[in-house]
């Protein structure tokens, strides 16, 4: 089952060096923790103000014992007296690890330390796993740092990949170890202000690199950012000048100026169903027919003869954010299968989205598709996806997002969505939700209060009809049937119903006053038919009354 990490790298509270932590996979139906502090691994940062966790990657298996890593940017650590020159922590994966651990005093074969090599670099301020560039059977490491100036370019930003092995050091610097440094084009680019795992976009069989710098500007499109996507290749350069990239992969630009194209970048899966890995961009302040600041997401599909520079909006899919100042595409992710159709699924956040309260934020989920429409609205997905709306007014949920593999192990892909101002542990603790996947959704908006009207809305095949459950009961751990994964116990029926042509339906539900049904848990879930004999099953939905 797969493993889900939040950092809290702000925490001025608790702990002002940043704190991670690691939750693992839990059986299918157990609820993860309700508090951070049931975390199963607290890992915390070295110095004050290190900001320790601002950027987390899961980073595959770096040194080649079997077991997956954690990579831990830290870009606020100052290293041998350089102010913010930054480092990063990859803490290895093992069969038991400890219940905290100290980022900068990792046991020996605990991790490595990747330091920074001069003041203002920012190493760390971003960080991933792209798998194995050089295709040795190692998984390699990219290290962002939007500060440095190499090549005397002052601000011009520099990414530097770390190449697999089974020898790291306890401590190493980074420009001093065995990889390739990806250098900014121009002064004040800020490339590494991201960096995302491609997957093999190209289908040469080694994976590829995204890597931003979000205040380029190509021709007169003044800050309108560029991305690089660098091609795997069993003989990587040291070194990489940006600005003399065709020969290394494919320069992105941005469709216009304020774009900031190379600060939300995603890769690695595949959205067409074609064999490719696709690319997805965020540009969050990018104005729509919705109105200014409404954000705007790109998808570009992988191919094997992509030429050295691609335009957005030329080709590809085009994702509008609904409203002015939703800021769509400030968070963006592929995925996984969220739906279980086979096909990675988009996860756009919109952290200024007020559908749950003024900027409650929320989260886009837009279904994979063989031949999707060159434009779609995210307001007006119908069928092709689902608005998750974040909790309370000023949640910001949708800042943060990611797909996290299958943590539960009922066989469907997971995402995890972070509401940075939420208020459960506290004014603006913070709060991470995760959301399992189903290949039908429940989900119910509105106030759970005895005599209150809630909506519940139901998502599925476009007009299929559907049994709808209710129960005051519900196995921790679902059976297996052939129809899928079964939680319910002794259920109520509440009647056949039809999904609309465009596969959802909402009802207003309004709970009962008088019958004691305060503190009491409602479980449901629906069985629909979306084609011949065969069925499927919603995932399970919880109404706690309140």
Same mark, same amino acid.
Request: hydrophobic fraction near 40%; include cysteine.
């Given at each position: ?270 959205? $067409? #169903? /074609? @064999? !490719?890995?696709?690319?997805?961009? &965020? +540009?969050?302040? %990018? =104005?729509?027919? *919705? ?47 969220? $739906? #279980? /159709? @086979? !096909?990675?699924?988009?996860?756009? &956040? +919109?952290?200024? %989205? =007020?559908?749950? *309260? ?49 943590? /539960? @192990? ?13 208020? *459960? ?122």
């Amino acid at each position: 089952m797969g493993d889900w990490v939040v950092s809290s790298w702000g925490d001025d509270f608790f702990d002002p060096s940043g704190r991670v932590y690691l939750v693992f996979g839990s059986a299918p139906g157990q609820p993860a923790p309700g508090s951070l502090s049931s975390a199963d691994v607290l890992l915390t940062g070295a110095q004050t103000a290190d900001a320790a966790g601002q950027a987390l990657a899961a980073a595959g298996d770096v040194n080649a014992d079997g077991f997956d890593d954690l990579l831990i940017g830290a870009p606020r650590h100052d290293v041998s007296g350089l102010t913010d020159a930054g480092r990063a922590y990859l803490v290895y994966g093992a069969a038991s690890l400890p219940a905290s651990i100290n980022l900068g005093a990792m046991a020996p074969g605990q991790g490595v330390v990747f330091n920074g090599e001069a003041t203002g670099n920012l190493s760390g301020i971003s960080v991933c796993g792209p798998g194995d560039l050089n295709g040795d059977g190692i998984d390699d490491i990219a290290i962002g740092a939007l500060g440095a100036g190499p090549l005397g370019r002052n601000l011009a930003g520099q990414v530097q990949i770390v190449f697999g092995r089974v020898d790291f050091a306890a401590s190493e610097t980074l420009g001093a170890v065995p990889g390739c440094l990806l250098a900014g084009q121009a002064s004040g680019d800020r490339l590494g202000t991201d960096v995302a795992r491609a997957g093999d976009v190209d289908g040469d069989g080694l994976d590829d690199l995204l890597a931003g710098a979000p205040f380029a500007d190509p021709g007169s499109k003044t800050n309108g950012g560029r991305a690089y996507l660098l091609r795997g290749s069993s003989s990587l350069p040291a070194l990489i000048d940006s600005a003399s990239f065709s020969a290394f992969g494919t320069v992105i630009n941005p469709q216009f100026g304020g774009h900031y194209i190379g600060a939300a970048l995603a890769g690695g899966g595949d959205v $067409n #169903g /074609d @064999g !490719l890995s696709d690319l997805l961009f &965020g +540009a969050d302040q %990018a =104005d729509t027919p *919705g109105g200014n600041d409404a954000g705007r997401s790109f998808l570009v599909y992988g191919s094997a003869s992509l030429p050295s520079v691609v335009t957005l909006g030329s080709g590809g899919v085009t994702l509008d954010g609904g409203a002015a100042g939703d800021c769509s595409g400030g968070s963006v992710s592929l995925a996984g299968d969220l $739906n #279980g /159709d @086979g !096909l990675a699924d988009l996860l756009i &956040g +919109a952290q200024n %989205a =007020d559908g749950g *309260g003024n900027n409650s934020g929320c989260a886009y989920i837009v279904y994979g598709a063989p031949g999707l429409p060159a434009s779609i609205s995210l307001d007006a997905l119908s069928w092709r996806g689902v608005v998750i709306n974040g909790e309370a007014a000023g949640d910001r949920m949708g800042a943060s997002l990611a797909h996290v593999g299958d943590v /539960d @192990g009922d066989g469907q892909d997971d995402l995890l969505l972070g509401a940075r101002f939420a208020d *459960g542990g506290g004014s603006n603790s913070g709060a991470a939700y995760v959301v399992e996947g189903a290949c039908h959704l429940l989900l119910a908006e509105g106030s759970m209060a005895e005599g209150d009207t809630f909506s519940m809305k139901c998502f599925g095949p476009p007009s299929a009809p559907f049994l709808l459950w209710l129960a005051a009961d519900a196995f921790p751990v679902p059976l297996g049937t052939n129809k899928g994964p079964f939680w319910l116990l002794d259920p109520l029926e509440i009647g056949v119903l039809f999904l609309d042509a465009d596969g959802a339906l909402s009802l207003p539900l309004t709970i009962p006053t008088g019958l004691g049904l305060s503190g009491v848990t409602g479980y449901w879930q629906f069985m629909a038919q979306p084609q011949g004999n065969h069925c499927d099953l919603s995932g399970l939905l919880e109404t706690p009354v309140s």
